[in-house]
């Protein structure tokens, strides 16, 4: 019996009985100056689903992953990652306003991409497939790594030149094969799936597994079953992947009853890698160099536009712009007031956070998602300390 289908974002087009499809045949089309339209959306039997549950929990995972068991997963704990109340860390419960922080640092490889990667590595697991590729700045190409080495598969990783050493430790370490791209993350991209179309190896690349989002989508099961209400979530975003999974999630949980509402969900971008947000409103795609400190979201072609902007769009949701300064002036006050320590795209969420509150009405439930460990991206973040001893010897 058919527990999922696909449907084209673009076209509208359903896939029934289909067990795995990349993107829709019809409307797909990879180019290196536009985001590819026909990504694919998963839809469930929701009204059947909703019949059966009355609370999220485990069986409700389940019904609502295109997974045949739950024990296909990786045996390290991915997901269920601490929510923590940093309201008065940051001074801010005079304005009837309570701040949250997801903190997705706690995922076995240290970033949200290990939800994804879960997801991936599960649904090749149960199809037999034991070689998985992806592109990567880094974050999803250690954490690909990672799961792979906990699942016995074999993980191949396309990064770019100037992707950090840290992360391309971890890969290394995780007995990945790892691919140097004299280029950006956007011919990684583009490499990782000729190889793919060549070898048969299965693609984990965001903004073309549809698996990628479903992953992701686990963060908003999760903030629904640990906080009666949300008013706003602060999400960074580079390919737009993480953002509409939280959307998805949200989705999901309505249509089966378990949500009444979605919350506002806030895409926040670096000015200097503002692609997505420039073009929500644009009939042409037109992108800008990326030149921003914060490099897992610095991406020139967002992968996933499409699907993003009918989200942001379709629930008139904000957008936020915050400059590489805010970014790392964040990462330090969240480390030196809460103790957490996130990498500059991961604290450009808290970054967000503050630039919309300068603007709007901040009061009720926020929160910001923390997407990676500062330990991923060292290097930039002892740069900003020693500017800042500059700046006081000066």
Known sequence: MEKYFFRCINCGKSFHDVNFMYTCPECYESRFDQPPKGYLKMEYKYSEISEKHSCIDK????????????????????????????????????????????????????????????????FAKEQGI???????????????????????????????????????????????????????Y????????????????????????????????????????????????FVPVGDGVIISGVFKGFEDLIKCGMAKKIPEIIAVQSIQSSNLVNNLSSDQFNSEECTTVADSIS????????????????????????????????????????????????ASSYAGFKRYCELYDNSGVNVILLTGSGLKDIKTMQRYLNQQKEGINE
């Open 186 to 233: 956007d011919q990684a991209f583009d490499e990782s799936l000729r190889y793919s179309e060549k070898t048969g190896c299965f693609n984990r690349n965001t903004g073309y597994n549809p698996l990628t989002v479903e992953g992701k989508k686990t963060a908003a099961f999760e903030l629904v079953a640990e906080l009666e209400s949300i008013d706003r979530i």
């Open 59 to 122: 069986e409700l995972l389940l019904d609502l992953l295109p997974l045949k068991s739950l024990a296909s997963l990786p045996t390290l704990n991915v997901g269920n990652t601490p929510l923590y109340d940093i309201t008065h860390n940051l001074s801010l419960s005079d304005n009837n306003c309570r701040l949250y922080a997801k903190d997705d640092s706690q995922n076995p490889t240290f970033s949200y991409k290990d939800r994804a990667s879960a997801l991936v590595s599960a």
């Open 299 to 346: 991406v020139a072609i967002p992968r996933n536009f499409y699907m993003a902007r009918d989200y942001i769009n379709r629930y008139n949701c904000r957008t936020v712009l915050v400059s590489d300064s805010e970014i790392l002036d964040a990462s330090a006050e969240l480390c030196r007031k809460t103790g957490l320590f996130s990498e500059p795209a991961g």
């Open 130 to 184: 034991d070689s998985i590729v992806a592109a990567s700045t880094g974050n999803a190409g250690s954490s690909i790594a990672g799961i792979c080495a906990n699942q016995n598969q074999k993980a191949i990783v396309f990064v770019p030149a100037s992707a950090p050493e840290a992360k391309l430790t971890q890969i290394n370490l995780y007995g990945a094969e790892l691919i140097r791209v004299n280029g950006t």
